[in-house]
């Protein structure tokens, strides 16, 4: 094996790099904290503790307003579990008079509502789920808002509820559920459609996505 005499073995030489990088208390508190957010490794995490560190004062003092208004400033619609600013009655999708009530579409997360509404093709109202089933996580039907839909479609008025989950093996799991809670109350239960991506190639798609294109395909107008 070539070794490079004077070097120590891989393992003391990492604890001895450690060792030398011994960071201030407030700056790997940081880098600690931004590790737990999703997406962000330890890596991603140490750049942004040390852009923030070598930025102007404002940027991160801006950014700790921003956190500290976050959980201040905002609150979820206690009728779609969608997230609004603090001290609204409802969020504004529901409290609008234009949009059709009488058609839920139910989505994971909030932030599938602002992917909806970007289309600007939807003009019903919504329900969050706030997460999907996951028995491996420990996420059953009540640690979801779940009672809550269907409690709303129980009050009346819902002619139909479309199931928004992704297309996983929790959101198609959570989607099977809630049709089989929601047939009690026979309301027309749609799917979004799944099938080719805009500028797809068939060579490329999953066996999956080409058996879905297929069957949900349609008339030509």
């Not at 590790?35 to 404002?58: H, N, V």
């Not at 996420?139 to 129980?154: E, F, M, N, T």
């Not at 809670?181 to 490329?204: I, N, S």
């Amino acid at each position: 094996m070539f070794q490079v005499s004077g070097f120590k073995s891989l393992e003391t030489w990492n604890v001895t790099f450690e060792t030398f990088m011994l960071l201030p208390e407030s700056i790997q508190s940081l880098i600690n904290a931004l590790e737990r957010l999703p997406g962000i490794g330890p890596k991603s995490a140490s750049r942004l503790a040390f852009y923030l560190l070598r930025a102007t004062d404002d940027v991160s003092e801006d950014l700790a307003i921003s956190l500290a208004h976050l959980k201040k400033n905002t609150a979820f619609c206690p009728e779609c579990f969608n997230i609004m600013e603090a001290g609204r009655e409802r969020c504004e999708i529901c409290e609008s008079s234009v949009r059709d009530a009488s058609v839920i579409c139910v989505v994971e997360e909030a932030l599938d509502v602002l992917a909806l509404e970007r289309t600007a093709g939807f003009n019903g109202k919504y329900h969050v789920l706030q997460g999907v089933l996951s028995p491996i996580e420990g996420i059953g039907p009540d640690d979801l808002k779940i009672k809550q839909l269907l409690a709303r479609v129980a009050g009346g008025g819902v002619k139909e509820i479309i199931l928004a989950t992704n297309p996983s093996m929790e959101g198609d799991a959570t989607a099977l559920y809630l049709q089989n809670q929601l047939r009690q109350f026979g309301v027309h239960v749609t799917r979004l459609a799944r099938g080719l991506p805009m500028g797809g190639d068939l060579e490329y798609a999953d066996q999956n996505t080409l058996l879905r294109a297929l069957s949900g395909r349609r008339e030509m107008d």
